[in-house]
């Protein structure tokens, strides 16, 4: 078997990865670039240069995302087809962590939430909170969208300096709520706010927002496994808010090795399925 190409195109950001005998991940790389079309050649040349790999060494092209719908030609004159996005998501998260049984939370622009059992894999909802949120609010509140910029601001600021915590409000600790869970998003933001703790507030509010929609998401489900992918899994602060909400959810986050490629292994790995 060939090596399997798997790529997940986005406007202006095309993942790209390679599968090989079905289970070794080649070295992903993402390029941005202005538009789907470019992003997705310019991202696949370079793979192929990157790595030493030859269009005769590749036995199929996969393609999912939405920049995917652009693409009506077959990549390089290769074998191409398009994989369901969702249906790589789950696929894709399940090669990384090896478990059966989880909800899949993509943090893209928005965030999107696939529930998998087994082989049943089904997209169930989402909300429109996501990177684009952490953009959209950084470049109102701070002025920039320079996300490396926003991190370095949050990591001297103070949550409870912009949020309502339960021990604002309650002399005592609230049954499944610690003293330090926060009550309300912004609830404590005064005008003078210093940037710091603005752009902490911003990143906690986009990743609450989104671990709480996936717990509620999965109640009824006996689901206690989240698997974490997309872009945001980059963000440093990932770590401890996934932290925070293990502790009072009772429920377990990963994130896998390759958490911001996992749709396009996912695409990849959708060959055989076809």
């Not at 997309?230 to 932290?243: D, E, H, I, Q």
Request: glycine share 12%; net charge negative; hydrophobic share 45%.
């Amino acid at each position: 078997m060939g090596i399997v190409i798997g790529i997940d195109v986005g406007i202006s950001t095309t993942k790209i990865v390679g599968i090989n005998n079905g289970t070794q991940v080649v070295a992903p790389i993402r390029i941005r670039a202005t538009d789907p079309v470019t992003s997705l050649y310019g991202a696949f040349g370079k793979y192929l240069y990157d790595n030493g790999i030859q269009l005769g060494d590749i036995e199929q092209v996969m393609i999912t995302g939405v920049g995917s719908a652009y693409i009506e030609t077959p990549v390089y004159g290769l074998p191409t087809s398009k994989a369901a996005e969702f249906i790589a998501d789950g696929l894709g998260a399940r090669f990384e962590t090896d478990i059966d049984r989880m909800m899949v939370v993509s943090m893209g622009t928005g965030t999107s939430i696939i529930k998998c059992d087994g082989a049943d894999i089904k997209h169930i909802g989402g909300i429109g909170v996501g990177g684009g949120t952490l953009q959209g609010l950084s470049r109102l509140l701070l002025k920039t969208d320079d996300i490396a910029q926003v991190v370095e601001l949050a990591e001297h600021g103070d949550k409870s300096k912009i949020n309502v915590l339960i021990s604002d409000i309650s002399a005592k600790p609230i049954p499944g709520l610690p003293m330090d869970a926060i009550a309300s998003l912004f609830g404590n933001a005064k005008a003078d706010a210093s940037r710091e703790d603005i752009a902490l507030g911003i990143i906690w509010m986009v990743l609450q927002s989104i671990c709480s929609a996936t717990y509620l998401s999965s109640l009824g489900s006996g689901i206690k496994d989240f698997v974490m992918i997309g872009n945001l899994t980059r963000l440093p602060l990932c770590k401890s808010v996934f932290a925070e909400n293990i502790k009072m959810y009772g429920v377990r986050f990963h994130i896998p090795h390759y958490a911001e490629f996992s749709t396009a292994i996912g695409a990849a790995l959708s060959y055989s399925a076809i």
